[in-house]
């Protein structure tokens, strides 16, 4: 089992969970954060870290295909380590629903 970021963080991007990341493994886009399922130690820590609850265990995800794009995503996206601004209409699309639409083009 794995952590993933959901398409919550789209639009957000808040990062208050890179920091306490013990394996470096979150990846940063333009919209989002992912994290790379193969360097993820399932330790937990970020999950309550986030703000708007992105981050979930790869068991509680409805919808599977957030697990393929964070898989998928991480392998090209560089990495993140360190804590940064949310994106400037963060606080307008947090509570907003079906944002996979923006991650699913990068694939």
């Known amino acids: 089992m794995t952590f993933v970021v ?4 789209v639009l957000c991007k808040y990062t208050d969970c890179v920091e306490v990341c ?3 493994c979150f990846h940063e886009g333009a919209k989002s954060l992912v994290i790379d399922p193969d360097e993820c130690i399932d330790c937990a820590l970020c999950e ?3 703000p708007i609850e992105a981050i979930l265990s ?3 995800v409805k919808d599977k295909r957030i697990i393929d794009i964070n898989s998928k995503l991480s392998k090209i996206w ?3 380590t ?3 601004e ?11 629903d079906g944002k996979i639409k923006y991650l699913e083009e990068y694939l």
């Open 78 to 80: 560089p990495t993140i």
């Open 22 to 24: 013990p394996v470096d």
């Open 58 to 60: 790869e068991d509680d």
């Open 48 to 50: 309550p870290e986030c």
């Open 82 to 84: 360190k804590k940064k």
């Open 86 to 96: 949310p994106l400037t209409e963060a606080e307008k699309w947090k509570n907003v």
């Open 6 to 9: 959901t398409d919550k963080c």
